[in-house]
């Protein structure tokens, strides 16, 4: 056991599916953070661009260490283990007065992973609360088995496909998962959890990264990469993710695209769509 969560919040975990809130650093360290996210949008011209929100760890050397952050990793290995890999890294971004929303889902219906061992830690970047579009939880529903999705084609949903769970969610027993700026949220991969707009005039800026024990495998890809970042991985079912040299690092840059074409292989998968995060000329400078 790591020294992240105490008994109650790893029995609340299992219990609801998520226990938050979690700080994992100080204000000032989350401040950099901020930013350091907003000289990135300054260097993209604006919002950040599809590819640079999925797995921009591959990219920027900041967001690689955010992936290894000791506190973190210590909660995130009671939950699933000490042998951890980083299997995936996404923004969850809303400006003010944003439409942008998140329908409820189980982040395990497209990933194509062998077990719902997934679990998710949401960094928020700034203040997430009920009147900035905040995440929301059912409790209890991780205990479901994989229920049926359809995709959307709604404009301001920020999920890769649109995805909307096909059962009845009893949205009276949502909770508001708030957070202030440098502290974490974990849900597990079979939560069923969404967000609403955000009405406010505060920014919410959230930092969704995706853990995964090493044993876990990808059902629908053999060329799926992600990142070791505690313990050993003795199965290597993933290829192993370089460390960027320096951010944009024209290397790192080449590995990105191809694993990012690959995970839109996986997660768009009879989809018919195209992903939001494949390469685009303005941030590949061209190469
Ligand atoms: O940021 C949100 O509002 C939702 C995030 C989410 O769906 C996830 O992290 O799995």
């Given amino acids: 056991m790591g020294i992240g969560l105490n008994e109650d919040q790893v029995a609340a975990f299992w219990r609801d599916g998520y226990v938050f809130p979690l700080r994992v650093m100080s204000d000032s360290d989350a401040g950099e953070c901020y930013a350091q996210f907003c000289s990135m949008e300054a260097n993209c011209g604006g919002a950040l661009s599809g590819p640079l929100r999925y797995k921009p760890h591959l990219l920027i050397t900041w967001l690689n260490k955010l992936i290894r952050h000791p506190r973190i990793l210590d909660s995130v290995e009671d939950v699933i283990g000490p042998n951890i890999l980083c299997w995936a890294s996404s923004f969850f971004n809303k400006d003010a007065q944003d439409p942008s929303?998140?329908?409820?889902?189980?982040?395990?219906t497209y990933w194509g992973l062998s077990k719902p061992e997934e679990v998710t830690?949401?960094?928020?970047?700034?203040?997430?609360?009920?009147?900035?579009?905040?995440?929301?939880?059912?409790?209890g529903t991780h205990t479901l088995d994989q229920v049926p999705h359809f995709d959307t084609t709604a404009e301001h949903n920020l999920l890769t496909r649109g995805q909307e769970v096909e059962v009845d969610v009893d949205e009276s027993q949502a909770v508001d998962i708030e957070l202030e700026a440098g502290e974490?949220?974990?849900?597990?991969?079979?939560?069923?959890?969404?967000s609403p707009p955000n009405l406010s005039k505060q920014r919410r800026i959230g930092y969704a990264i995706r853990y995964i024990p090493t044993h876990i495998q990808q059902l629908h890809s053999n060329e799926d990469t992600a990142t070791l970042v505690r313990g050993e991985d003795r199965f290597g079912n993933f290829i192993p993710e370089p460390t960027p040299a320096s951010d944009m690092d024209p290397e790192a840059l080449k590995f990105h695209a191809k694993a990012n074409s690959v995970a839109g292989q996986?997660?768009?998968?009879?989809?018919?769509?195209?992903?939001?995060?494949?390469?685009?000329?303005?941030?590949?400078?061209?190469?």
């Fill in 266 to 287: 996986v997660l768009y998968r009879g989809s018919g769509k195209k992903p939001y995060f494949a390469a685009e000329k303005e941030v590949f400078g061209g190469r």
């Fill in 184 to 194: 974490i949220s974990l849900h597990h991969v079979r939560l069923i959890h969404g």
């Fill in 101 to 108: 929303y998140v329908s409820w889902h189980q982040d395990s």
């Fill in 121 to 139: 830690a949401w960094v928020a970047f700034t203040p997430s609360r009920s009147e900035n579009g905040c995440m929301q939880v059912i409790p």
